[in-house]
């Protein structure tokens, strides 16, 4: 288990998966966390994809818990060993933001990657509506790299793609 000041990585257990469900398919989150349009999943689809990412070596997936229960969830995945990148991603469950804890999830999962998986760089794609979580990645070191101009169709509109990443030598120059 990783610990941040408010939150606690830990594996995703079964006992997680209906509600990481509920938020998954909640559009609101969906919006905020995929550049595709939300397409129903059945639970027993999710529990199969959940499997899948379990089985994955390589692939890095917490259960984020605040205070005791379960907030959300993120992840490490897209690996290149030769360059030693990885992209990340972050769910807040809706009841659970503002309130620091994706802030202190990503500054915990930077950590994991830069000092347990010895990362080069850590990468990310976001929505440019997403501010919230803009405000937490550049709290853990992410700068914009780039942006994919009216990329995304969210809510009846285009929007653009920002990429953001960190590297090794920022985040050590942080700390």
């Not at 408010?6 to 257990?13: G, S």
């Not at 939300?38 to 999710?46: H, I, K, N, Q, S």
């Not at 360059?83 to 994706?102: D, E, V």
């Not at 169709?153 to 990429?163: A, K, M, P, S, T």
């Amino acid at each position: 288990m990783l610990h941040g000041d408010l939150v606690t990585l830990r594996p995703v257990t079964p006992a997680d998966l209906s509600l990481l469900y509920e938020w998954r398919m909640d559009a609101e989150t969906w919006q905020l966390s995929e550049d595709d349009p939300l397409v129903p999943m059945t639970f027993a689809r999710y529990e199969e994809r959940h499997k899948l990412r379990e089985s994955d070596e390589v692939g890095a997936e917490f259960a984020i818990e605040g205070n005791g229960e379960l907030v959300g969830r993120c992840g490490m995945f897209a690996f290149d060993h030769l360059a030693r990148n990885a992209s990340i991603g972050i769910t807040i469950g809706l009841p659970h933001r503002g309130r620091g804890y994706g802030r202190d999830a990503v500054r915990v999962l930077v950590d994991y990657a830069f000092r347990i998986r010895n990362l080069h760089r850590v990468h990310l794609d976001t929505i440019a509506t997403n501010v919230a979580g803009q405000r937490a990645y550049v709290a853990a070191g992410f700068v914009e790299e780039g942006r994919l101009r009216e990329h995304a169709w969210v809510d009846g509109r285009y929007v653009d793609l920002v990429q953001m990443g960190v590297l090794r030598s920022e985040w050590n120059a942080e700390r």
